[in-house]
DNA sequence: CTTTTAATTTGGAACGTTCCAAAAAACAAG
DNA sequence: CTTGTTTTTTGGAACGTTCCAAATTAAAAG
C-alpha cells in the first residue's frame, strides 16, 4: 500500500499540464487559466496528494517553521504562554517545534541544534537557567530571527519580551504597605536568574521609599514551584519574628504557600498576605483568589510570536526591546486587616 | 551577513575531497579513512556547517519529526504527557511538532494537515472532543503510524494507549465505600468522552457491587477543569439531600472542587471526601494533598512516544492496543471519619 | 490573412542531501 | 613488475519543489 507519494508531477501527468503550471496552480498564481485550475484542483482532492513543503522550503532555502523552546512546561504560566503563541503561529501559516528545555541547558543546546538542522525561519526561546550569549549566537549569527522572552541572557544581541518585574513587585509591595503590613517577605526563587533580580530590587525599592529597612532574613528562597513554596513557609515558621505578608516569585509558589500555610493551620488571606506574579488561570478560581500580578501569559506569547513573525518577514534582525506593563490584580488573598495579622504572627 | 548557507560540497570542496566522502563522514560510516574523516570533521567545525535535514528527508522520503497534537496544554495533566513524549522522542534523535488544539477539531484538522506538509514519521494524537474517525483516516492510511493517547475515537483504525478509567474509578469508589460513604457524587467532565462514559461506569459498577443505589443526580456535569469543579460544587449545595464524597472526573475537577466547598466554608477531606483522577504533581503537595487515581501521565507519555517510535522503525502500522494500569493513591482528601461528615451534610 | 499584443504554458536548472555502480588508490602476494 | 585483493573515493542521478527565460496559444488590430 505505501507506494510512492504522489507528487507534483503525477497531477500535471494525470492532467495533461506541466508540472509547472500545477505549481503554479498551488501558489494560487492568477497566471493560469480558469478551467486548468479548476481541472488541477480536482486532481488534486482525486488522487490525494499533499504538498510537500519540505521540497519546497529547500529550493527556497526559507521555512515555515518556528522553533519554540520552553524551560518549563509543567508550570502553567510557561503553558500558557506556549498555547498564546501557538494561536499566532499557527494562524499564520506555520508550525512550531515546540520543546521542554526542564531548566537544562545541555538539552536545551541539543534541541536548538536539532530545530536549526531541521530548518527553523525563527526561534522563540524562554531560555533555561544558565543559558549563555554562547549558545544562541551562532543562530543568530546566521540570520535567524531570535526571541528571547520572560528572561534576558545576558550580553546576547537579540530581540527580548520581557515583562516589567520591577514595577510589578514593586506595586504588590506598595499595596502590602497600604494595607498596613511592615513584615514582609519575598519568597521563592533563586538569585541566580535575571526575573528574581528584577523583582527582588522592585521590592526593595518598595520597602526603600516607605522607610521600612531591608530585612535579609525576609527574602527565602526556593526552588520557583509549588513545591518550593511549601518549603520556603516552612523555613519561615522557626522565624521568632514572623513575616505578616509576602509577594511570591510566581503564582506556582503563591499556591506552594498557600499549601504550607495550611498545614500550619494558618488561613492563607486571613492569617497572612499573599501575592502572587504572573495571574495564571488558576490564580482566579482558587480559593482564596490570588492576589497578583498579572503579566497576561498568553498575551506575551502571542506578542512574541508576533515579534519573531516580524522579523521573519522583515528579513531583519536588529535587534528589538519590549517590556510589556504589567498590573496587580487585587482578589482575596491579603484582606484582611493588618492589625489580627500581626497578633497571629 | 545572510549569504547561502555552508553546504556538504562547500566542504567537500575545502577538504578536496567529493561531496560523496563528506556525506559519508556525516553518516559515520567506516568505510571512510581516518585521516580524511578528521580533515572533514575539522572543516566542518571550522565553517560552521550546519546539516540539512530537510534535504536529506526529501531524498530518502522518511522524516525525523514527530507530529503531537494534545487538546489542552494549560491542564497540567497534557502538559505532563507532553513532556513525558518530549523526553522520548529528544531521546531518539528526533525533535517534535507539538500543538494545541484547544479542543477544537477544526483546529485539529489544520494543525495536524500542516504537520503532514511538513513531513512527519508518526503522529500522536490526544484527540480534541467530537474528533471522527475520518479525520484520522488519511494519515493513517498514507502508512503514518499514529497513536491515540488518553481519549479513543471510535471507528479509527490505529493504536492507542489509554488508561484503564473503569478499573480505576472502581477502585476510588470501593475506598469511598470502605470508609463508610454512600452518599457519593461524580463531579465533572461531559457526556460526549469516552473517557468519561468509562469513569462513570467504573463508578456504577462500584455502587452496585456494594448494593447502594444509583442516583442520577449526584453525577454532576461540569467543564473539566478547575472552574468546572468550582461550578459543580456550586450546582451540589442546592440539593436537600447532598452527598459526603465524590469522585471527580480528574484532578483539576478535583482541585476545583477543593475551592468551591472551602468558599461554602466546607473543609475539603474533613467535612467533605474527594478523590481526583490523574495524580497530576500538584496532587502531593496540595492541602490536602489529594487523593487521586495516578494515572502516571509523564511514563504514559514516554510509552506512547515509545510506541510510535517502535512503529515508526517496524515500518509497520499493525494497530496496537494498549491500556495502562492504574493505582489509588490515598493520601489526605478523604481523611475524616464519615460519621461526623454524615452530620455536617 | 498577417501582424502585434496579451495571456498562458513549459522545459530545465537549482536547492542539499543520499545512494549506487564503478573508478582509483593502496596493499599483498607471486 | 604483474596480478589480485582490499580499502577508499567518486561522479551523477534522484527526491519534489520553485523559478526563469522562452515558447506556445489566444485575442486584438490592421
Redo the contacts with the bound molecule.
Keep these: 500500500m505505501n507506494k ?2 504522489t ?3 503525477d497531477i ?1 501527468h494525470a492532467a ?6 500545477v ?2 496552480v ?2 494560487g498564481s ?7 485550475r479548476e481541472k488541477v484542483n480536482a486532481l488534486i482532492g482525486d488522487l490525494g ?4 513543503r519540505g ?2 522550503n ?4 526559507k521555512s515555515k517553521i518556528i522553533g519554540i523552546v520552553v524551560n518549563d512546561l509543567t508550570n502553567s504560566f510557561f503553558a500558557e504562554l506556549a498555547v498564546g503563541m501557538d494561536m499566532m503561529v499557527q494562524s499564520a501559516g506555520y508550525v512550531q517545534f515546540l520543546a521542554h528545555s526542564g531548566e537544562s541547558v545541555d538539552r536545551q543546546r541539543e534541541v536548538i541544534s536539532s530545530m536549526r538542522e531541521n530548518g527553523i525561519a525563527g526561534l522563540i526561546l524562554s531560555p533555561a537557567r544558565g543559558t549563555e550569549a554562547s549558545d544562541i549566537k551562532p543562530l543568530a549569527d546566521s540570520g535567524i530571527p531570535v526571541v528571547l522572552v520572560v528572561r534576558n541572557v545576558p550580553g546576547a544581541k537579540v530581540s527580548t519580551l520581557l515583562s516589567d518585574n520591577h514595577a510589578g513587585a514593586k506595586a504588590a509591595i506598595r499595596h502590602l504597605i497600604s494595607l498596613g503590613h511592615r513584615r514582609i517577605a519575598f519568597m521563592g526563587g533563586f538569585v541566580d536568574t535575571a526575573v528574581f533580580g528584577e523583582r527582588l530590587r522592585g521590592y526593595r525599592d518598595a520597602l526603600a521609599e516607605a522607610d521600612i529597612p531591608f530585612n535579609e532574613k525576609f527574602v527565602i528562597h526556593s526552588a520557583p514551584s509549588r513545591a518550593g513554596g511549601v518549603a520556603a513557609v516552612e523555613r519561615m515558621m522557626v522565624f521568632a519574628e514572623r513575616p505578616t505578608s509576602a509577594l511570591c516569585l510566581n503564582d506556582a509558589v503563591a499556591f506552594g504557600v498557600c499549601d504550607g500555610l495550611r498545614s500550619n493551620n494558618i488561613e492563607p488571606g486571613k492569617g497572612f498576605g499573599i501575592i502572587g506574579f504572573d495571574d495564571v488561570i488558576e490564580a482566579k478560581t482558587a480559593v482564596p483568589a490570588l492576589t497578583t500580578v498579572s503579566v497576561d501569559p498568553q498575551g506575551m506569547g502571542q506578542r512574541a510570536a508576533q515579534l519573531v513573525l516580524k522579523q521573519i518577514n522583515a528579513g531583519q534582525t536588529d535587534p528589538e526591546s519590549i517590556v510589556t506593563s504589567v498590573r496587580l490584580v487585587v482578589r482575596q488573598s491579603c484582606g484582611a486587616p493588618v492589625k489580627q495579622l500581626e497578633e497571629l504572627a
Tied chains: 1, 2.
Design positions: 510512492t507519494r507528487s507534483i508531477v500535471a495533461g499540464v506541466s508540472k509547472s503550471t505549481s503554479l498551488l501558489q492568477p497566471l493560469v487559466n480558469e478551467k486548468t496528494y499533499v504538498y510537500n521540497a519546497a529547500l529550493r527556497q532555502s
